[in-house]
């Protein structure tokens, strides 16, 4: 796993040296600036996303609660079905598909924000901001493809499509045989973004339900 970390952390560095160059979204809608900290998101009320912030979704996604959280559940259920068939059902091969994970998120994360910076590609989930079951399933199913640009329209998420492809090249350099065939490589790059759509159906409709299950 060396190949990993040095790939991470030459991503780490292209992503902080773009992130320092592009214009703060502050600047860019000045009248929010003072109420920026409270402020909802939401795709009718876009605040174009700084360069801390994109470093900050970064390491959030790789060490946040809820991707560690992940990582468990993932590293669990591949040892459970043994995949890949190499690493065995062992607490050995449960922390290396751990590590495997927390390495995959690391590559691709930093790919998207580093490269979606350029053209102001959003990185983060925006809350649709919709009622209605439908409208919302759809935006959350759409904006999976797309993503927001620094003035709030919807285009194609390039920089996600590069994160999610040459983060699986990548990581053929340390998978064992199995896991590295063309084939192979191509579902991992499907599941990524079928990832990406269920995550934004959770990020749409858990603060909801959260509330009402407060309540």
């Given at each position: ?70 990582g ?25 598909r751990?590590l ?31 009622r ?80 009402r299950?407060?309540?």
């Open positions: 796993m060396r190949s990993a970390s040095v790939s991470v952390a030459m991503l780490l560095t292209i992503t902080s040296g773009v992130a320092a160059q592009e214009p703060p979204g502050d600047a860019l809608t000045p009248q929010i600036t003072q109420a920026r900290p409270s402020l909802p998101l939401s795709a009718d009320a876009y605040v174009p996303i700084t360069g801390l912030e994109r470093v900050h979704w970064i390491v959030d996604g790789i060490v946040g609660p809820r991707s560690l959280g992940v468990v559940l993932g590293g669990i259920w591949q040892t459970g079905f043994n995949t890949p068939q190499e690493w065995g059902r062992t607490p050995s091969g449960f922390g290396k751990y495997e994970r927390e390495a995959d998120v690391a590559i691709s994360n930093t790919i998207e924000a580093g490269l979606g910076a350029l053209w102001g590609e959003e990185p983060r989930y925006i809350p649709s901001g919709r209605g079951l439908r409208p919302r399933v759809q935006y959350a199913l759409k904006t999976a493809f797309l993503a927001q640009r620094r003035d709030g329209r919807l285009a194609p998420a390039w920089g996600r499509y590069a994160g999610n492809v040459f983060n699986n090249l990548i990581e053929n350099s340390w998978l064992p045989p199995s896991a590295t065939t063309p084939g192979e490589t191509a579902i991992r790059s499907v599941e990524g973004m079928v990832t990406r759509m269920l995550g934004n159906l959770w990020e749409e409709f858990w603060p909801e339900v959260r509330k299950i407060g309540k």
